[in-house]
């Protein structure tokens, strides 16, 4: 058994998902479609944030459309280590 000594919390794995298909969101003027991409996820008070990898583009999901996207296929999550897709 590891002693406590060689017992240490993991660096958080920076969370990734892929847009594959359409998602609109809404912002101050309209509605948009958001790039096809891999984004960062970033939780926060008002649902589930992503940035786009290739040029920061960033919006919100409440967190029930980000969970729909993901159950419908148009959002896929990847993996922590970035070996396969969940």
């Given at each position: 058994m590891a002693s406590r000594s060689?017992?240490?919390?993991k660096p958080a794995a920076q969370k990734r998902a892929v847009i594959r298909?359409?998602?609109w969101y809404c912002a101050d003027n309209g509605k948009h479609l958001?790039?096809?991409?891999?984004?960062?996820?970033?939780?926060?008070e008002?649902?589930?944030g992503?940035?786009?990898c290739a040029d920061s583009n960033r919006f919100t999901l409440s967190f029930d459309a980000?969970?729909?996207h993901v159950n419908e296929g148009r959002i896929t999550l990847i993996a922590a280590n970035?070996?396969?897709k969940l």
């Open positions: 060689q017992m240490r919390p298909d359409a998602v958001a790039p096809r991409g891999e984004y960062d996820i970033e939780s926060n008002s649902g589930v992503l940035c786009s980000f969970v729909q970035n070996s396969r």
